[in-house]
């Protein structure tokens, strides 16, 4: 057999392929040392070791097969796999609410390059409903690529790049708006996005998927169903984060932009509010209402537009032992604008201060959130705290550290002016900052303890 039937296969793999007969997208079924594995052996990504065979197994799932454990293969069929989605031309049906969707890439819009073994961006919107054909019976769904980027690749450009995108489609009278995002900054874009747009009358729902859509566990399809039936029917007219709620399928949580953070780096759960409760929570038949307040769905085509942003800005996150020309370097390199995240109640080492004062002196904008998350800065009890806010450092109460660095870059992005820039910063503007927390907005439970894993039986994770 000629190479092409071995993509990326090099050196000693390749050899146990052409050993044996079995080409890639062949069914196999291959003895080991550790058992018996059967599946479709799938093309090798070229940066990996010629020492594995990369292997679908029925379940949805590859594993990765060493060479040196194989006693014997065979092929048992064959079927070269076509993992691109189609796009299909979305219906149009009278009484459903129209939405649209703006793709930025990320998982939720994503397929597996088998060239490098990676998820990459390569669905276009379109796509999607030829994945998840059940959008067509929750909403009318127009589509627009804007961006093909990983989140890790979002940033100001882009930010005001949706707000405005944002403000167009409301002024055309559009029901409500998804956003597909990457989930690894989801909650930088919700934060930048509450900012930029300001007193919607429809819900602007950003979604997420933690498992990329060839995996059989992906939460994909659910949170965009989920996504699309709040930005076409909820009542809740705000920048939210749609994903799921507990581990399992049963419902999603409305996370407020400024309040929600991702908190597990592969959960399907992962985000989570913060400081406060969740907006309410969804399926696919209707919501249930977790807060009482918030800004309610008009009939208007009226919106703030304020896509403004500054790159002068950067978060500090205080170890022990710190020195001050960390401070310096970042004054020198001409940052405006620096968010610390400080222990305990908001705290650095004694030995910053001098460096603070030059920063203060040179009129960087300097405010302090929490390494904790939760909580609030409290600068009034300690000698350090007091000393600090003595030396130019602002308390953020209980903003998130992100949230924090978004909105003075946004505030930045419109004025210098060191009271306006403070005035801006503590006031809230969808309850970045909280005159309290409510009692179950704090709740971190710990595996082992007795009565913690009894409620993980009776209820779930």
């Known amino acids: 057999m000629s190479d092409d039937f071995f993509q990326g296969y090099q050196g ?29 052996i799938l093309p090798r990504s070229e940066n990996d070791d010629d020492k594995h065979i990369v292997l679908k197994i029925p379940t949805g799932y590859n594993v990765g097969i060493d060479i040196r454990t194989i006693e014997t293969m065979q092929e048992t069929g064959y079927k ?29 819009a994503s397929r597996l390059d088998y060239r490098t073994g990676a998820v990459i961006p390569a669905f276009s919107p379109g796509e999607l409903y030829g994945a998840v054909p059940e959008l067509a019976d929750i909403c009318n769904l127009e589509t627009e690529k804007v961006f093909a980027v990983f989140s890790e690749n979002m940033g100001p450009m882009q930010y005001m790049k949706l707000a405005r995108a944002i403000g167009k489609e409301i002024e055309n009278g559009i029901d409500g708006i998804v956003i597909g995002h990457g989930t690894d900054t989801l909650h930088h874009t919700g934060a930048a996005l509450t900012f930029m747009v300001q007193n919607p009358p429809v819900p602007i729902v950003l979604v997420g998927s933690q498992r990329s859509s060839d995996r059989p566990s992906s ?30 399928d049963e419902y999603g949580l409305l996370h407020k932009g400024t309040r929600v953070r991702k908190m597990h780096s592969s959960y399907r759960s992962t985000f989570r509010t913060i400081g406060d ?39 500090l996150y205080y170890y022990p032992g710190m020195k001050p020309d960390t401070i310096d370097a970042l004054v020198d390199a001409g940052y405006k604008g620096i968010i610390f995240v400080g222990t305990g109640l908001g705290h650095v080492n004694k030995e910053l201060y001098p460096a603070i004062e030059r920063a203060h002196a040179k009129g960087v904008h300097m405010y302090m ?27 953020a109460g209980n903003m998130l550290p992100e949230v924090a660095w978004v909105k003075l870059s946004w505030i930045l992005g419109q004025t210098d ?20 927390e409510p009692y179950n907005g704090y709740l971190v439970y710990q595996g082992g303890v007795p009565e913690v894993e009894e409620f993980i039986r009776k209820v779930h994770k």
């Open 12 to 40: 000693d793999a390749l050899e146990v392929l052409k050993k044996y007969n079995v080409r890639v997208w062949g069914q196999s079924e291959i003895e080991t040392t550790r058992g018996r594995f059967v599946g479709t």
């Open 80 to 108: 070269k796999a076509n993992y691109k989605i189609p796009e299909k031309e979305f219906p149009i049906t009278e009484g459903l609410p129209n939405v649209k969707l703006f793709g930025t890439g990320g998982t939720i």
């Open 219 to 248: 939460d994909a399809a659910l949170n965009l169903m989920h996504a699309m039936y709040t930005a076409g029917n909820s009542d809740i007219a705000e920048v939210m984060v749609c994903m799921f709620g507990p581990t399992s």
């Open 277 to 315: 409760t969740p907006l309410a929570t969804v399926t696919r038949k209707g919501f249930r209402h977790i807060k009482k307040t918030y800004n309610h769905r008009r009939k208007d085509h009226k919106v703030e537009i304020k896509p403004y942003f500054s790159d002068a800005v950067t978060m």
């Open 369 to 395: 959130t929490l390494q904790t998350i939760w909580g609030y800065v409290h600068m009034f009890v300690y000698d350090t705290g007091r000393d600090m806010m003595a030396k130019g450092i602002i308390p």
């Open 417 to 436: 002016d060191p009271e306006e820039v403070k005035k801006m910063m503590l006031t809230s503007v969808n309850d970045e900052i909280t005159p309290r």
